[in-house]
Nanobody, 121 residues
């Protein structure tokens, strides 16, 4: 199994930036892709971004394209989500997840515990 731990959440003003980290441990050699998801109060969890563990290929939800950047540092088994020009609608609990298939956000093998991000207007 792969264990994931997120960090870096917090409170930021609209237009500001935050960087989230997702540290993986356990059977990291089995990771195919890592995705970021978020869940706002009263809403369903939604896909944000994904990165292929081997190739580095990336894909983003339209709502964050051009503002968020997903990256990885394989030597540290860590994936990052750099969030710029943040908006109040970005407020949510952010989760990272190990995906079995890069092209399938539903193929979650394991979840992190989540980190709260709040954007004030």
């Amino acid at each position: 199994q792969v264990q994931l731990v997120e960090s870096g959440g917090g409170l930021v003003q609209a237009g500001g930036s935050l960087r989230l980290s997702c540290a993986a441990s356990g059977r990291t050699f089995s990771i195919t892709a890592v995705g970021w998801f978020r869940q706002a109060p009263g809403k369903e969890r939604e896909f944000v971004a994904v990165i292929s563990w081997i190739s580095g290929l990336r894909y983003y939800a339209d709502s964050v394209k051009g503002r968020f950047t997903i990256s990885r540092e394989n030597a540290k088994n860590t994936v990052y989500l750099q969030m710029n020009n943040m908006k109040p609608e970005d407020t949510a609990v952010y989760y990272c997840a190990q995906l079995q298939r890069y092209s399938d956000p539903g193929s979650v093998g394991s979840w992190g515990q989540g980190t709260q991000v709040t954007v004030s207007s």
